[in-house]
């Protein structure tokens, strides 16, 4: 791949001076789904999956972008002085977004400090250095759309690749919150902080036991033993996704404000997120969610939120049973409570539960389509695959493809 992205890159920009080679993987999340913008806990790992991207500085202020997988490697010239308000709904957009988005973050930060200055680098000539623009090319092996993220690894592999080009020093946790912005306000995808969190943050052989409302997180070794996690593309994306998940979230913030008037009305302490509330505080409280339906959907956060805590525990303590339970728990909440459920994904879930030797299974990520992500045991994996993928064949006339999912280190750069 990266091989690829250097090719794209010499025959889109030429054989520029000074190329360096970046590279920012996808995730896939163990537990804790729709839970991140509910102010809850979340558990992705890095994959060995991403986009690995060739990039070069350069000084007349346009901004060059290749994608070896979108329009076949056709190669967009941009002007950064004259970036259209509105960036469409191509690929480029997240790649510029992530531009727009770097940008806004050095120039909304007060002087002197960024770390940026803080190490000895001035604001101003960072802002300069950037607007002389990039090239960059990139070849990408994480399938795109399979509820993977190559969205957040794009952001993060173009923030990260930015920083290391014009010498800008942000942490981890500020490459994520600037990759987030540029898919919320450039990309217009109202997404948590996960993906872009779990892409820059992601260690080797761990779990990122990550509290979205503070972002400090916990690394939890993943010894799985005899064990692996086998992610499942459903190859389906149902286009109802991009319209329910901000309705989701819309659901969510109504009800959240609801249990706070509620408590306020009772002279208790609000709680601020819904997935500050325990599961029998919420059931204490939550007939004041009128609709049920939105009233579904914020249990499944905050039971959600409660699995993400018992999955931790359970991995601590090497009970894969347990762990696995949660998972499955997991979807089924998903699919009754949050209903962001559909029938491939339903069959590839059910199926697996089936088959001995699997410890749970559940869908990843938004849903409406994309992977599930399955806890294995190595000696059932052929067993595994050949029962999921006849079954979704028979069912849906699809070839499913499996991916096994190595937990690995965050967007990086790459020396050749
Ligand atoms: P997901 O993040 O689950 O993969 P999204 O729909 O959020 O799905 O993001 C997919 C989009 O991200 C693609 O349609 C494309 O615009 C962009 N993208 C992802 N990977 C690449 C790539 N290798 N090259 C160019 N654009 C990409
Ligand atoms: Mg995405």
Redesign the pocket.
Known sequence: MLEKARQLFMNSFGCAEGVRYFFAP?RVNLLGEHTDYNGGRVMPCALDLG?YGAFAPRTDGTIGLA????ESGKAFRFRTAELPEDLGG??T???LGSWLSLRDRLQDEPEGQTEAARNGRRVEAALSALSGGFDMA???D?????????????EVLTVTALCGLFGIELSKKDIALTSQRAENVYAK?P?GIM?QFASANGIRDHALYLDTSSLEFEAIPLELGDAEIVLTDSRV?HSLGSSEYPKRRRECEESAALIKREMERLGEKPAETLCSLSSTEFDRLSCCIKDPGARRRARHAVRDNERCRLGAEALKRGDLKAFGELISASHVSLRDDFEVSCPELDLLAETAWNVPGVYGSRIT??GFG?CTVSIVKKSSEELFKSKVSGAYRDAFGIDCVFYTALPSDGARELFI
């Open positions: 996808g986009i994608s070896a997988d979108f191509t690929w957009a997240y790649a990139i070849a990408s994480l399938p795109t759309g399979a509820g993977l993220s190559s969205s957040a690894a794009l995808v997404c993906d994306k990520g938004g994309g």
